[in-house]
């Protein structure tokens, strides 16, 4: 899964539109819907914003699994 179809995903389990959960990061609503689009990609700062609204890990927000060291 892509990390804009993660914002997607996320934001539609929790039954929010695109402004409240820009509203709840504190950015703004076009910008979070390019992010959604796949259009642009975030900053950290907005990263961050994105986990603590959603109340995730930054791990969790961009799909990231830890692999085994072999």
């Given amino acids: 899964m892509t990390f804009s179809e993660h914002l ?3 934001r539609k389990e929790r ?3 695109q402004p409240e959960v ?3 990061a504190g950015i703004s609503w076009r910008g979070y819907q390019n992010y959604e689009l ?3 990609e975030p900053k ?3 990263l961050v914003a994105l986990a603590d609204f959603y109340d995730i890990s930054l ?3 961009v799909c990231r ?3 085994e060291k072999p």
Wanted: net charge neutral; hydrophobic share 45%.
């Fill in 22 to 24: 820009a509203a709840g």
């Fill in 15 to 17: 039954g929010l539109t």
């Fill in 44 to 46: 950290l700062s907005v």
């Fill in 8 to 10: 997607l995903q996320l």
């Fill in 59 to 61: 791990d969790e927000l």
């Fill in 65 to 67: 699994e830890r692999k």
């Fill in 38 to 40: 796949n259009l642009r």
